[in-house]
Structure formats: C-alpha cells, structure tokens
C-alpha cells in the first residue's frame, strides 16, 4: 500500500468515525417501549473496528514519515512539520498585513486617523515567498505519498 493510499483510508475512516458517532448518539435513548432504528452494540462494535484500524494505520502512517525521505534528504516528518510552520508562518503575516491596513471610516478632518505600524507591502511579498515554498514543499510531499510504500515500514 502506497502511503497516499493509507492517508485517503485514514480520512475515510476517520469520517466514518464521526458518522458512527452520530448514529450512535441517536440511538443512546428512545422512549419507553420503542426500539432504537439501529442497535446500539453492533454501531459500538463497528466503531471499535473502526477505531484499532484507524490507530494502526496512524502508527504505520507515523512510522513511514520517520524513515522515508524526501529527495533532498530530509524525512517526511521533518517535511510536514515545515510545510505546517510554513502555513502558520504565511497566516500569521498575512493576518498581521491586513489589520496593518489603514481604514477609510473618517468622516470628518477631526476624526482619529490611524497609520500602519509595519511595512504592509513587506509583508505582503513575505507572504508571497511563504506561498510559494509551501505550494513547492507541499507538492514534494504529495509526490513521496506516492512513492512511497507502507510495507516497508511495518
């Protein structure tokens, strides 16, 4: 199994977990004297299943990203950990430029007027360069998911 094909089982069964969830919240309780629409065991027995594979998957998942490694080098985890900080990185400047922005809601002369305290257009290209080396190092990545095999790594 490719380790892309391990991380699309992985949001399915996840979903499939919340969905289980949902049905089972539904039929924790009826009213005397009805039966619920789906027993509650067997939904509580297919969320177990769900759960060990899912935690399985996670460990495997988990492992492959400490071994395999990217072309120049570093692991899948030491990517994705640098694609996250990146994205983070990219929206806490991009949050930063945006409120820097000076509002136009004076309307008269003897009204506060506020000025940016950082360089906005700064930013702006910072963020930019940001978006480009996560777009790139994102890309490296969804390349290796396919490259890579799970059986390697059990």
């Known amino acids: 199994m490719k380790l ?19 049905r089972l919240t539904k039929v924790a309780k009826v009213q005397e ?8 065991q067997e939904l509580l027995t297919a969320l177990e299943a769900d759960l060990q594979e899912l935690q399985t998957l996670i460990i495997r998942i988990n492992r492959a990203n400490l ?7 570093t692991t899948l985890m030491e990517g994705i ?3 996250d900080v990146l994205k983070l990185r990219r929206s806490l400047l991009e949050a930063l430029a945006n409120s820097a922005l000076p509002l ?14 950082v360089d906005v257009a700064g930013l702006r290209k910072e963020v930019e ?14 390349a290796a998911n396919w490259t890579v095999e799970m059986e390697e790594f059990l």
């Open 81 to 83: 950990a640098t694609r």
């Open 33 to 40: 004297g009805d039966t619920p629409a789906e027993r509650p």
């Open 4 to 22: 892309a094909e391990a991380l699309i089982r992985r949001k399915a069964l996840k979903e499939n977990i919340e969905q289980l969830k949902l």
């Open 104 to 117: 136009q809601d004076r309307f008269t002369r003897t009204e506060l007027k506020y000025v940016p305290t």
């Open 129 to 142: 360069r940001l978006s480009k080396a996560y777009r790139e190092l994102d890309a490296t990545l969804q």
């Open 67 to 73: 071994r395999a490694t990217l072309p120049d080098g």
